[in-house]
C-alpha cells in the first residue's frame, strides 16, 4: 500500500527533483546526459553574458555562472566578488553580466569552442606582457671616488651579491626613496 501511494503521489505531483519516477526501485541513477545537463542548465541557470568593450560586442552567452566558470576556468569567488558584484573588466578588456546590453553588437557572436581558444590566448598574452614587464633590469654602479670601480649588472640581485648588499636597500636607492650615495666609502 505503501508503495501504491508512492507511486501516486510521483505521477500527481510530477517533481522535478533528482527522484526516481518509479516508486521503491534500487535508487540508483544513471548518469546524467549532456542533452539533460543542457537542458536544465537552461532551465535553471541564470544567462551570463560576455561582451568585449573593445569591439563593443557580445562575445558568448553562456547558460549559467557554473557553465561559464567549467568552461573558462575562472574561480567562482572571482567571478561574483568581482565581476558581478563590482562590475571590474576581466583583463581590462571582458564585461560580464548577467544584463542583456542592447547597444553591444551580437552579430560576431563566437562559439564556445571559439570563446574558449580567445580566453585561452588572451591570459596567455596578458603573462607574456607581465613577465616581460617584470623582466630583470639592469643596474649601472658607478663608483664616484674611483670611477674605475664602476660596474653593469644585469640585475638587482647580481648588484647586490657584486656590492655585497641587500636588494632592497639597492631597489629604495633606485626608486628615489633613498638620496645620496649607497655607500659612502
Known sequence: MAIE?????????APNLNVDFVASSTGYHEPMSIEWRQHLRELRGIPVYIYDLTTKS??????????????????????????????????LRF???????????????????????????????????????????SVS???????????????????????KGDRVTIRKHLNGNYTGLYRRV
Open 5 to 13: 501511494l508512492e507511486q501516486y503521489l510521483i505521477d500527481t505531483l
Open 58 to 91: 557580445l562575445v558568448h552567452m553562456f547558460d549559467s555562472k557554473t557553465h561559464l566558470q567549467d568552461n573558462l576556468g575562472i574561480d567562482h569567488g572571482d567571478l561574483n566578488d568581482k565581476y558581478f558584484n563590482k562590475n571590474k573588466v576581466y583583463y
Open 95 to 137: 564585461l560580464f553580466t548577467t544584463i542583456p546590453k542592447p547597444e553591444m553588437n551580437v552579430e560576431s557572436i563566437k562559439t564556445l569552442e571559439d570563446t574558449i581558444i580567445l580566453f585561452t590566448a588572451i591570459r596567455a598574452e596578458t603573462t607574456r606582457l607581465m613577465l616581460q614587464e617584470h623582466r630583470s633590469k
Open 141 to 163: 654602479a658607478v663608483n664616484t671616488i674611483n670611477p674605475e670601480l664602476s660596474q653593469e649588472f644585469a640585475s638587482i640581485r647580481e648588484c647586490a651579491r657584486g656590492l
